[in-house]
Every structure is written in structure tokens, then in C-alpha cells.
């Protein structure tokens, strides 16, 4: 077998050389996008506000914005907290194929410091795209196996954020590729602290970019690692896997096609193994109309982390909510849709939400699973209060790359997440920076538009 590491790092050096296609330029911008949008509500909830002020004593000296407070500082220390922020409401992308969330750990590194750097746009995009090639093919030939005690945002995002920091300190692939070697060693984050309470995995996307950051400043400065990291008997994939990774799934077309444009991004706001359920009750609600009063009973079939992630009746707060399958399903037959008005106080105390929640039940499917990473699917069956009995096999969720969000369903998520700080013509302005600028979006004004890099 060829070593895959010096396989990827090649790639990712080769981002920074090959003319940069259209489409992908732009696959790349909606990402950007779809990072701001998941990046602005966690600006205003959960730990980063309390962590933002903890480490303020050592925000240091640079030019990363940390949007949290809209702080300048060093790259570390903003890339920590806008992939905490980013990784809060959870709304950020999704790299189906791996089970991986690419965007909070890898543009949250990415940006801070091509921020810090003064880098250019392109230069930033070239790093996003490269960081994604990395970390997604990763997390393929990691799974399924590496998640069932490990939360790979946190594990892979070290190795992406890390391939994108060397890309933009304008590594070579020996660089790329020790930076990824040095984030082996950095990289943890097990499924406890996702599954279970407190808020930790909240943290994972901050700590997966913030380690990136040092792992690939540590390169670029000329410190090396084990170019065997990944593929050795005792390297990553043995040591948080049962084998030493599925390279050839992971490589395959490796230079014909990229991960950022086969991203899935989410229509709602949960956890996306929910997805193939909410999707199926509206496939099934458009045929036939019902609501949560008309719910005698729903049974749902899918994958193993549908049961094991999602099954959950216990919830008392936001984050909770956004991991019950039950929940959410009362959600969306209350509420109409699973967004972030879902997870207010107001809609948590809802006792026609909690109402639904008992009457919903979660199975293994052993067809569903087997075909699990790569398919996300569920199978339905709800019983209505008059007898009826509906069913449904829901085979794929809407935003994966075979339904994807169209840029306008793209942009109107979010136009409606960056309400929750930015008023209609500051979102306008970010959106088109983001979408059609060509320089690096930096500082929020005060009323909350971009500044653009050196102004």
C-alpha cells in the first residue's frame, strides 16, 4: 500500500498550485457561508460567551477576530473560540460519506489565520478546500468503526484544520504532510462527551481548531513528525479504530473529484441523524395531512446512531433537544420545522411537544445500518388516532449531495440564522462578501457588517 498521508498532503499541496475551477471556487464560498451561518447564533449561546471571557487574559497579540466579542487577537486563540461558536447550534456542514462535520474545526483555523497573516482570499479558499480533501477522505477510511468512541469532529477537524493552517504558511507537501503527522498526536474527543451530559462536545469543534492552528504553525516552523501516522500498525486509524483504515475508499479519485463539492448542508437544526425521520413525516404529512393531535403512535427504523445518539427522552435544555430524535419530532408536528425557535425556553416548556415525545419509538434496522455511513435513511410508520396506518422509507435527507440545498434555500438559512445578531442589511453585505468579494472577510462594525481584510 502506498502511505496515504504523503497520498493526501500531495493533494492538498497541489490546491495551492492548480487553477482553481469555478464550481469549486464556489462550493468552497458556500461552505464559508454555511459557516457563518452555524458561526453567528453560537456566538450568542452556550459556553463560548462565558469561555470568551476566561481566556481574554490571553488573547495575545494578532490580527484573528474572534467573533464571539469581536476581539482581535492571535490565531489560536480565535480559531479555539469560533469553532466553539460554530459548533453550537448545530447547524454546521456535513461530509456524509465520513459522518463528519469539516467546517467548524477547518474554516474556523483557516480563517483566523489567514486573518492574522494578512493572506488573500483565494489563498484562504485554496486552504479551506484542501483542509476538507484532507480531513473528509480521513474520516472515510476511518469509518465506521473509529465512531463508536470517538466524535470524529473532533478527532479529524485536527488534521484538517492542520492541513489548512500549513497551506496557508505556504507549506510544501513535507509540511502539509507533518502537520497532519503532528495533529495525530493531538487529536481526541470520545463519544462519552457527546452522548452524554454537559456541554463538552460543544467544545470539540474549538479545541479540533485550535490544536490544527499549533500543529500546523509547528510544521511551517520546521518541527516533524511520523510520516507513517496514519496507515501504521500502532498509527492513528489502529489506535482509534479495529483496523489500520480503509485507504482505498479513502483515496479513490483522489484528483478527479473533491469533497467540498459533496457537502451536505443541514435543513435543520439537530443532530443530522434525525434527518431521514424529520424528512420522512413531511414526505408523509404532504400525502397526508397530520398534526401532533393525530399521533397515536410513530415507529422509526434507521441506523445504529439513530438509536444510539438520538433515542432520548431525557431533555432539559437546547442541547439535549437537538439529540432527541422524540423531541424534535414533536418539534417539527408542533412547531411546523426544526430551526432554532425550536430550541428556545419558551418552545422546551411546550407541553404539546413533550406531549409527542412517548409516543415516538426507535429501532435498529439491520438493512439501514449495514449501508450506514453512506446512506442515511429511515423507515416510518405512524399510526394516526383514527386508525389510519401510514408508511414510509425515507432514503436519503434533504441537503445531502443527491438533494442538495439550492443557493437560494442555502442563503435564506442564512438570512434567518444571522438575525440572530445581524439586522437585514448587514446580513446582506456579509452574505454578498462571502459569496462575491474578493477579500477576506474580517471585523463585524458595530451595527455588524464585514470589514474588509485591512480596513
Not at 447547524?91 to 493572506?119: C, E, K, N
Not at 484532507?134 to 466524535?151: D, E, F, K, T
Not at 439501514?368 to 453512506?374: E, G, H, L, Q, W
Request: include cysteine.
Amino acid at each position: 500500500m502506498t502511505n496515504p498521508l504523503l497520498e493526501l498532503a500531495a493533494a492538498a499541496a497541489e490546491w495551492n498550485r492548480r487553477p482553481l475551477p469555478a464550481d469549486v471556487e464556489h462550493d468552497a464560498r458556500r461552505a464559508v457561508l454555511d459557516w457563518f451561518a452555524s458561526l453567528l447564533p453560537g456566538c450568542a449561546e452556550g459556553p463560548v460567551v462565558a469561555l470568551a471571557r476566561a481566556l481574554a487574559p490571553g488573547r495575545g497579540a494578532g490580527a484573528a477576530v474572534a467573533y464571539v466579542d469581536g476581539g482581535a487577537g492571535f490565531s489560536r486563540h480565535a480559531a479555539l473560540l469560533n469553532g466553539v461558536a460554530s459548533h453550537t447550534a448545530e447547524f454546521d456542514d456535513i461530509y456524509r460519506d465520513g459522518g463528519y462535520h469539516p467546517g467548524s474545526p477547518t474554516i474556523s483555523a483557516a480563517l483566523a489565520v489567514a486573518q492574522d497573516i494578512g493572506a488573500s482570499n483565494e489563498a484562504f479558499l485554496r486552504a479551506v478546500i484542501g483542509g476538507y480533501e484532507v480531513g473528509c477522505r480521513i474520516a472515510m477510511a476511518l469509518q465506521p468503526s473509529h465512531y463508536r468512541n470517538w466524535h470524529i469532529t473532533a478527532t479529524v477537524g485536527t488534521l484538517g484544520a492542520a492541513t489548512a493552517v500549513a497551506m496557508l504558511k505556504g507549506g510544501d507537501a513535507g509540511v502539509i504532510g507533518n502537520a497532519i503527522a503532528i495533529a495525530t498526536s493531538f487529536a481526541g474527543g470520545h463519544q462519552e462527551n457527546l452522548q452524554g451530559q454537559g456541554v463538552t462536545k460543544t467544545l470539540h469543534g474549538g479545541h479540533a481548531a485550535e490544536a490544527g492552528v499549533l500543529a500546523g504553525l509547528a510544521a511551517a516552523a520546521g518541527v516533524t513528525g511520523s510520516l507513517d501516522s496514519l496507515h501504521a500498525p500502532h498509527g492513528y486509524a489502529a489506535a482509534t479504530g479495529e483496523d489500520t483504515g480503509n485507504w482505498l475508499a479513502a483515496l479513490e479519485g483522489l484528483g478527479d473529484w473533491t469533497p467540498i463539492s459533496r457537502m451536505t448542508f443541514k435543513n435543520h437544526g439537530c443532530c443530522g441523524h434525525i434527518f431521514p425521520t424529520l424528512d420522512g413525516l413531511r414526505a408523509l404529512q404532504a400525502k397526508v395531512p397530520f398534526s401532533a393531535a393525530d399521533i397515536r403512535r410513530i415507529d422509526v427504523r434507521g441506523y445504529g446512531p439513530t438509536r444510539s445518539i438520538c433515542d432520548r427522552m431525557q431533555v432539559e435544555s437546547a442541547r439535549d433537544a437537538r439529540f432527541s430524535l422524540q423531541y424534535c419530532v414533536g418539534a417539527l408536528l408542533v412547531l411546523g420545522g426544526v430551526r432554532m425557535a425550536a430550541f428556545t425556553p419558551e418552545a422546551l416548556a411546550r407541553l404539546d411537544i413533550r406531549a409527542v415525545m412517548p409516543l415516538v419509538h426507535v429501532a435498529e434496522d439491520p438493512e439501514i445500518a449495514a449501508a450506514y455511513p453512506r446512506r442515511r435513511m429511515a423507515r416510518l410508520r405512524v399510526e394516526l388516532t383514527d386508525g389510519r396506518v401510514l408508511e414510509h422509507f425515507q432514503e436519503t435527507r434533504k441537503g445531502d449531495p443527491d438533494d442538495p440545498l439550492t443557493d437560494a434555500e442555502l442563503a435564506a438559512k442564512f438570512d434567518e440564522l444571522a438575525a440572530t445578531l445581524l439586522d437585514p442589511d448587514d446580513t446582506g453585505r456579509l452574505k454578498a462578501c462571502i459569496l462575491t468579494g474578493q477579500k477576506l472577510p474580517r471585523h463585524l462594525t458595530a451595527a455588524g457588517a464585514p470589514r474588509a481584510a485591512g480596513s
